[in-house]
């Protein structure tokens, strides 16, 4: 079956680069989706990128695919207070049927200033 | 365009009794769900409907009944609560088609069964 694993925390100063890790098991996988989390909202999307792109770049964010070893990772440059939410990222694949999305435990992050 | 719309907002229910909780988006997406979200489980799908009469279970669909009678609304039943369904729920809605068409999400209902 299809799984998607994140760490739960990631704390970083203001300014600094956040990091956030993600892996997925499904190698059918056709997009994959970072969403943002703010406290008491719901979900927004940040970014996504296609299985056949390794890199995607928008503004502060950008996203690292390594489809070999099943690795997603988003880099925040310049990190803000205004960043600290929780991080999920999602995988749609074609075992799942294609509308569905198969979403992370989430990485909380907290940015002190 | 309000968007994805969800009420209420909160619930507290005691064990056994039945609730409905409203979904609606004024986009004329295909594509409704609703999802789940408890700590460290992320988010999981309970039931998803890919137009008006075509519904189907997700990942956790018992304890949970939907049905889709308009493009615009997508209710999600609980006909006999229990302090498992304890849960923030969040509906989506997508247009159908390629993986770039974003899924926007209501504000979610925070649901306690005592």
């Known amino acids: 079956g299809e799984d998607v694993e994140q760490s739960l925390f990631l704390s970083v100063r203001e300014g600094d680069s956040s990091v956030i890790n993600c892996t997925y098991t499904d190698s059918s996988s056709t997009y994959l989706y970072w969403y943002k989390q703010e406290p008491g909202a719901g979900l927004q999307l940040l970014t996504y990128i296609f299985s056949n792109m390794d890199m995607k770049q928008d503004q502060r964010l950008t996203v690292l695919l390594n489809k070999k070893d099943k690795h997603l990772s988003l880099r925040i440059a310049d990190t803000q207070t205004g960043d600290s939410a929780i991080y999920f990222c999602?995988?749609?694949?074609?075992?799942?049927?294609?509308?569905?999305?198969?979403f992370g435990t989430g990485t909380r992050l907290l940015v002190s200033p | 365009n309000a968007g994805v719309t969800q009420t209420p907002k909160f619930q507290v229910l005691k064990t056994g009794q039945s609730m409905t909780l409203q979904c609606a988006q004024d986009?004329?997406?295909?594509?409704m769900s609703w999802y789940r979200q408890d700590p460290g489980m992320g988010l999981r799908l309970i039931h998803y409907s890919v137009g008006a009469g075509i519904t189907d279970q997700g990942e956790v669909p018992n304890g949970y009944n939907v049905s889709r009678s308009t493009t615009e609304d997508f209710p999600l039943r609980l006909l006999s609560a229990a302090p498992s369904q304890t849960s923030v729920y969040f509906c989506a809605s997508s247009a159908l088609g390629g993986g770039e068409d974003t899924q926007y999400f209501g504000p979610g209902t925070r649901l306690t069964v005592l």
């Open positions: 999602a995988e749609r694949t074609l075992n799942t049927g294609f509308q569905k999305l198969v």
């Open positions: 986009m004329n997406h295909e594509y």
